[in-house]
């Protein structure tokens, strides 16, 4: 008896093929999709201001404080644009390090008249990598360096101003007239004084406020 070979089989694997490319037709329309969308986004990114370090309250900003970075254009109006200059600007809040600068944080000018005031400090009495827009303690302490008085009462370091920001942390000398370094301290104008006389009458030393004070 002769066999009738069914072309069941042979339906089934036309299917399977035509299944096959249609998966694969999709697939490339997805990432088709996909890549128009990124290169979407990426057209309406603006670049903006951040600061490339933390910068405390009070900051006047230089042109190094800060690089742009391109972030995207939804909720721009709440950070400085690149196209804007912000240099000469003063911070009203502190500006943490990689942080957009928000235009709400910039003013045009301190509240209070500000002082430049530089004091000499040991290279070991001052915090390791000070940088510029940090906070300071500045504690002075008499220059015969006793730590005991006549009366035999201990002579403790005197709190000469609190949260002093440092505008420029100086460097040591290198042509070798001294080993100190110039410590450039932006103050009110009232503790002008203060600064001076620690300078003067007095070894400092300088203690770095904490991020979360």
Known sequence: ????????????????????????????????VLGAK????AGDRVPVWTAKQGLAAGTTLRADDVVAVAVASDGLAAYVPQTSDVTGKVLARDVGAGELVPASALADSATDARRLVTVPVDPLHAPPGLARGERVDVYATPKDGASVGQDGVTVLPTLVLAGALVADPGSVDTAGTSSQIGVVLDVAATDADRAVAAARGGD??????????
């Open 204 to 213: 400092v030393d300088l203690v770095r406020v904490g991020t979360g004070s």
């Open 1 to 32: 008896m002769a066999v009738v070979t069914s072309p069941q089989a042979r339906r089934i694997r036309t299917e399977r093929r035509d299944l096959r490319l249609a998966t694969g037709v999709a697939l490339v329309v997805v990432s088709v």
């Open 38 to 41: 990124l290169l979407s986004s």
